[in-house]
């Protein structure tokens, strides 16, 4: 098992930048490919980036593609989601989740997830 918990969420201004991170407990980070999901108010949550337990493959929505990057340091147990340029349309809840499938793609089984944290972009 593995627990999770996001942090550095917060409020920012469009065209700034934010750093999430997802800091595990339990089983090491490693075994896992780990993903981040938002969910906007009237939304159904939606995947945002996705990355291999080796980090060798990531994967992200079309709307954060050349904006956001997900990274990991499994030394660390934690995950990050790196987040510039940010628009309005990405305020959300951002969730990062955790599967042993191992492949962090959009359709993996995430298993395991975290509390949650509110991102808000001004304009």
């Known amino acids: 098992q593995v627990q999770l918990v996001e942090s550095g969420g917060g409020l920012v201004q469009a065209g700034g930048s934010l750093r999430l991170s997802c800091a595990a407990s339990g089983r090491t980070l490693s075994t896992y490919a780990m993903g981040w999901f938002r969910q906007a108010p009237g939304k159904e949550r939606e995947f945002v980036a996705g990355?291999?337990?080796?980090?060798?493959?990531?994967y992200y929505a079309n709307s954060v593609k050349g904006r956001f990057a997900i990274s990991r340091d499994n030394a660390k147990n934690t995950v990050y989601l790196q987040m510039n340029s940010l628009k309005p349309e990405d305020t959300a809840v951002y969730y990062c989740?955790?599967?042993?499938?191992?492949?962090?793609?959009?359709?993996?089984?995430?298993?395991?997830w975290g509390q949650g944290t509110q991102v808000t972009v001004s304009p």
């Open positions: 990355i291999s337990w080796s980090g060798g493959s990531t």
């Open positions: 989740a955790a599967d042993i499938t191992g492949r962090g793609s959009p359709t993996a089984r995430y298993e395991h």
